[in-house]
Structure formats: C-alpha cells, structure tokens
C-alpha cells in the first residue's frame, strides 16, 4: 500500500493543491495535523484535499482540535479522524494521536496533552500499525530550529511497546522532512511538501 504523508499545511492551500495532484500515485492520504493556524480557517486546506478521491486518514494538530477536524470531515466517506482510535484499510492498521505533547507554551489557543495523558490514550494501539501522531517521539525527527529535541517521551515509549512499522508525525517545523529509526520502526517528520512511501499490509515493516 501507498501512502502520500504530510503534516503542518497550516492553511498554506497551495501545497494541499500540490498533495491533491499527487494523489493518484497512492492509495491513503495521511496527514499529520496542523490543517489550521491558531484554530483558524481550517476547512481551507481540506475542502482541497477532499477532491483527492482517495481515503484519508488525519489527526489534530495542536492548531485545530480533534472535535473540530471531525466536524470539518462531517460526511465524508472515507476519511477517519482518529485520537485514541484506529482504523484498518486494505489490511493495515492505522491508529493516531492528535495534539501537542507534551503541552506547548503557546498558551491556551493551542490543543495539548500531557504525557500521561498521551500515554493512556496510546494503549490500544496494535502492534506493528502505521501510527499517526502529531508530535514526534523525543529524541527523533524532534529538534527545532534552536537545536532542541521537543518530542513526546509517551510517543517514544510506545513505538518501543507497540513496534509500528512506521509513525507520522510532525508538530516540529525545524525537522520536517527528517527520517529516523528506533529499532524496526521508520520514524517520519512529514512536513507540507509530502512523502510517498509503501508499507506492508502484513505489517511486516516499511518496503
């Protein structure tokens, strides 16, 4: 399976025209959140991704909420908001977390977790999904701009316990487009501009 990945579109709806041309090259679009800015315009970028004609399996960013982006995708076939939750399509699991986590000093526009808050909604992911989380896992595709690793210590431990075969994330604007690894598992920081990449439905790993 074929998945067009992407975080952080921030209303900019000249690269969602971008993503949505390229949409014919794979089966799922994944996005990792951050549709909006500042909890604004959010249908911008969706109403454009929405002529993909392809399933679509999204988080919340910490500029939209997960209440807000489902409200926005009210009656779209085939396009699954999930926090806490997964979906299967063409036999691979998907699972996601939305939100900033740990919680962000941007004050109280901003959707955030904690730690343990993320760490609980974390536990029902199956192993070996394609997990889809705004923030990155710390120590990996999290450093900003500055130098400094931002990511989730809950996201990290639970690719250690579930063994995706690979996250999406973003959140992190100063490592979008950077790839990693923590054992078996690919470790994605999307960004606007895209990546294809193909993953096994036998979630044996990324091909």
């Known amino acids: 399976m074929k998945l067009l990945v992407f975080s952080d579109l921030h209303c900019d709806v000249a690269a969602a025209r971008r993503l949505t ?100 909604l974390l536990k029902p992911c199956p192993t070996g999904a394609v997990l889809v989380s705004h923030s990155p896992p710390f120590g990996y595709c999290d450093k900003s701009s500055r130098g400094d690793g931002l990511g989730s210590r809950a996201v990290l431990n639970a690719i250690k316990q579930y063994q995706p075969q690979l996250v999406v994330c973003g959140h992190i604007h100063g490592s979008a487009g950077s790839i990693a690894k923590v054992n078996d598992t690919t470790i994605i920081n999307a960004g606007p501009s895209g990546r294809v990449i193909e993953v096994s439905p036998s979630c044996n790993g990324v091909l």
């Open 21 to 120: 041309a390229r949409a014919s090259e794979v089966d799922v679009l994944v996005g990792a959140g951050d549709f909006a800015s500042v909890r604004k315009n959010l249908s911008a970028c969706l109403d454009v991704l929405r002529a993909s004609g392809r399933p679509m399996v999204f988080v919340a960013g910490n500029n939209e909420t997960t209440d807000e982006l489902r409200k926005a995708c009210e009656g779209w076939p085939d396009t699954h908001v999930l926090h806490g939750s997964g979906v299967t399509i063409g036999a691979v699991p998907f699972f996601g977390l939305g939100g900033g986590v740990p919680v962000t000093p941007f004050g109280s526009w901003s959707y955030d977790l904690t730690e343990p808050e993320a760490e609980g």
